[in-house]
């Protein structure tokens, strides 16, 4: 893996029968799951015919056991794979790439750069049980990671959890709590500037409140 924050998605990905790489660059995550037998075959794809050459020769050591499409989002070609990974793209562009997907699969890994709120709402709304729902650092930057399953069972989401991630609530680790602290100094100031300021005192309002928890 070619940095941290790859090699954080890379340990998300579980053993698959057949591994999706939707928006897959360079083809860094294919090559792995292949080379460490992770994944018996895969579907990589990419919207850049550029970006897939590139990928194609990263791969050409398993190529008997991967295929390249040149597509926009999730296609019939990804029909086989029983994992998809969409990772580093905004919120809204996974979600629409999910919604319009003709085939989706038991497993998805979804890393957005942001609007991780809707992302989540997506994935609850097209039948999936989100398993982990974190914040991690890499490179001294914040993001988010989503993984969802189809067939499992668990409680629904509160509106709370939507917008900060359940597990980040449960656990309230340092990454997240200084987030948190961040946004909250970035509130204070704006919402001293605004005239209407309802919406920002009832944000602030929330963090101080998680923020609280997360010291008793």
Request: hydrophobic share 40%; proline share 4%; glycine share 6%.
């Amino acid at each position: 893996m070619k940095t941290q924050r790859q090699r954080v998605i890379y340990d998300y990905l579980t053993p698959c029968a057949c591994f999706g790489d939707v928006g897959c660059d360079h083809g860094v995550f294919t090559y792995e799951m292949l080379a460490s037998k992770k994944a018996q075959t895969a579907v990589y794809s990419d919207i850049s015919a550029a970006c897939l050459q590139k990928a194609r020769v990263l791969t050409a050591p398993y190529a008997a056991r991967a295929t390249g499409v040149v597509c926009d989002g999730i296609t019939e070609a990804h029909a086989p794979c029983d994992q998809v990974l969409i990772a580093g793209m905004g919120g809204m562009e996974i979600v629409k790439i999910l919604q319009n997907a003709p085939t989706l699969p038991t497993r998805l890994v979804l890393q957005p750069m942001k609007d991780a709120e809707s992302v989540r709402k997506a994935v609850v709304a097209l039948g999936y049980a989100v398993e982990k729902d974190t914040l991690f650092t890499a490179e001294g930057k914040y993001y988010y990671i989503v993984t969802a399953n189809k067939g499992q069972t668990l409680p629904p989401y509160s509106e709370r959890e939507y917008r900060y991630g359940r597990d980040n609530l449960r656990d309230l680790q340092a990454d997240f709590i200084h987030l948190l602290q961040v946004r909250r100094e970035e509130l204070t100031l704006a919402a001293a500037r605004a005239k209407e300021s309802a919406l920002l005192a009832a944000e602030l309002a929330e963090i101080e409140e998680i923020l609280q928890n997360g010291t008793h």
